[in-house]
């Protein structure tokens, strides 16, 4: 598989990436998730801010051609922003899923985010279920 997974984000199982910021972590779809998906025609991201989620709680679901999936929470934590501009392009998610098409901003109640993979396990796991 020739898909690239930044080394410096983390994984989840259920194929999200986050990545630190000065708030919170941002959390978005792996490029692994995005070929799984095909092309995406909606995102509906069912949360707003100010909302605090529990890890594993789905926030939203993305759609694309081929199916409808959940969107899962990586970590507990209260939301304090989101990427409305997939609202009106979920392409975007297509077009570059690390970057443009993130999709919540959270801030975690833990510091610790736990449960999180490093690039090479994620990769490891992509490869099991591949």
């Not at 972590?25 to 995406?40: K, P, Y």
């Not at 789905?58 to 934590?77: C, H, M, Q, R, W």
């Amino acid at each position: 598989m020739s898909t690239t997974f930044p080394a410096d984000l983390k994984y989840t199982k259920d194929h999200e990436w986050t990545k630190k910021t000065d708030a919170g972590l941002l959390v978005g779809i792996t490029s692994f998730a995005v070929e799984q998906l095909g092309d995406i025609t909606l995102v509906s991201l069912d949360v707003k801010v100010g909302d605090t989620l529990a890890a594993g709680k789905a926030f939203g679901t993305i759609e694309s051609v081929k199916t409808l999936s959940d969107l899962y929470a990586p970590v507990a934590g209260k939301i304090v922003r989101i990427n409305t501009d997939l609202t009106d392009k979920p392409e975007l998610v297509n077009e570059d899923c690390y970057g443009k098409a993130w999709m919540i901003e959270i801030a975690p109640s833990d510091a610790s985010a736990e449960g999180l993979l490093d690039v090479a396990a994620y990769k490891a796991h992509v490869d099991a279920s591949g």
